[in-house]
């Protein structure tokens, strides 16, 4: 029996045309003996562990689907770290259709909101410890936590990553000190409370029926919705890097652009101010995201032209999805946001939203303070570096010092 050898291609991007995939296995397979074009072909085809979900599609349907109408077997990764699928045929021009077809679910998965961006260009904030401190405190005193458990704060949730559960909670099961606050609708009284003065078995009075005074349940305020305070940031841009291709590019091109970066800042450094909040959607009573507007020390738009020269080389490289090319750069320094709330099992909930009312009124002038932009990110979302702010994939860096001719 004559023996097949098995001719394998592989390529580092989904992107590379079916003719091409064709062409080299023809190649490939022809060069030692012609008898062995219809050899078994495989092709192993790096699209991202973000995306094989895709195409598996639900319970092996769009896996199948492809698998049917073309004619090959397709293997997928066994981990979750791997990016690579296998495509394996009888003939090249099958090989190279279910790579086609697998590439457009791929393309299309990408334009919706089943997949989550992964990586941002970042301005970082929190490499100041003052304004941690200052966030740390406003978070404290909206839930109402003690200074002396302040730093158990620093965990709260960002970007839907995992929540470390209410440091209110934790403390009564330890049985910590903990000092509550309730304050009337009206700002006119509040009571505290110190829980060591209360006997474990003793229960807190009910409240009258007729009570105008809200509770952070009522207010649908919870740690999760805000934001860790060393991860504080301003934002950039939000990209989405399904595999590490697109990762690496968007590496080189952060590096790239530093010259023109520090020619847009006129190689002097620049300051921003923090003052007050804002809402961002809905009303303050049904608000969806808080935010600390962020203002140009200066007023000479060079943080804007900056920001611009990091959008346009992204937008050029084939980065950014088509339909954030046309969104209008809003820099903001978000502190709450309910796509962070922790859900509890598996309870989806239409329209989120939080009463900000008693926030606004307490916080609506806060002077966060003035701060030097030291470094532009590239961060990955989800996944933190030993000092707590996301993990750096990429960083350029900004004026520090007054260039002296």
């Known amino acids: 029996m004559q023996e097949v050898n ?116 970042s301005l970082p904030l929190a490499i100041h410890p003052e304004l941690v401190a200052k966030l740390v405190n406003y978070q404290n005193s909206i839930l109402g936590i003690s200074d002396a458990n302040a730093g158990e704060n620093l965990e709260g949730n960002s970007d839907g990553d995992g929540y470390e559960g209410d440091a209110q909670d934790e403390q009564l099961d330890k049985g910590s000190a903990v000092a509550v606050e309730r304050k009337v609708v009206n700002d006119r009284e509040s009571v505290k409370v110190d829980v060591r003065g209360i006997p474990l078995v003793s229960y807190a009075p009910k409240e009258p029926k007729d009570s105008k005074s809200s509770s952070l349940s009522d207010l649908r305020i919870e740690k999760s919705i805000f934001i860790k305070p060393k991860t504080f940031h301003l934002t950039v841009l939000m990209l989405k890097l399904w595999n590490k291709e697109r990762v690496n590019l968007a590496t080189e091109v952060l590096k790239s652009i530093s010259p023109k ?34 203002e140009e020390i200066g007023s000479e738009n060079r943080l804007s032209h900056a920001c611009q020269v990091i959008i346009d080389a992204f937008v050029e490289a084939g980065l950014v999805l088509e339909r954030d090319i046309r969104h209008e750069l809003k820099l903001h320094a978000t502190v709450m946001n309910v796509k962070h709330r922790k ?58 010092n007054m260039q002296v001719d």
């Not at 001719?7 to 991007?13: A, G, Q």
């Not at 074009?37 to 896996?63: Q, W």
């Not at 806060?366 to 989800?382: D, K, M, N, T, V």
């Open 261 to 294: 970066v520090m020619d847009a800042l006129d190689n002097r450094p620049l300051f921003v101010r923090l003052k007050g909040l804002d809402c961002m959607r809905g009303s303050l009573d049904k608000a969806c995201v808080v935010y600390a507007p962020v």
């Open 343 to 400: 859900r509890r099992g598996n309870r989806k909930v239409k329209s989120d939203f939080f009463n900000a009312c008693g926030i606004f009124k307490q916080f609506g002038s806060e002077e966060w303070g003035e701060y030097l932009i030291r470094e532009a990110h590239l961060s990955q979302r989800f996944k933190y570096d030993e000092n707590g702010y996301y993990h750096c994939c990429a960083s350029i860096p900004f004026p520090e």
């Open 6 to 121: 098995e001719s394998t291609i592989e390529v580092m991007d989904a992107t590379v045309t079916p003719k091409a995939f064709e062409d080299d296995i023809e190649d490939e397979a022809s060069k030692e003996n012609p008898v062995l074009s219809a050899a078994k072909h495989s092709l192993s085809v790096e699209v991202g562990a973000s995306v094989i979900r895709f195409v598996r599609g639900k319970d092996g349907s769009t896996k199948e689907k492809i698998e049917k109408e073309t004619g090959v077997q397709i293997i997928l990764p066994s981990s979750k770290q791997e990016d690579a699928i296998i495509i394996e045929g009888t003939s090249a021009v099958s090989v190279a259709k279910a790579s086609k077809e697998i590439q457009h679910i791929i393309n299309e998965a990408v334009k919706t909101p089943s997949l989550d961006y992964s990586h941002f260009v």
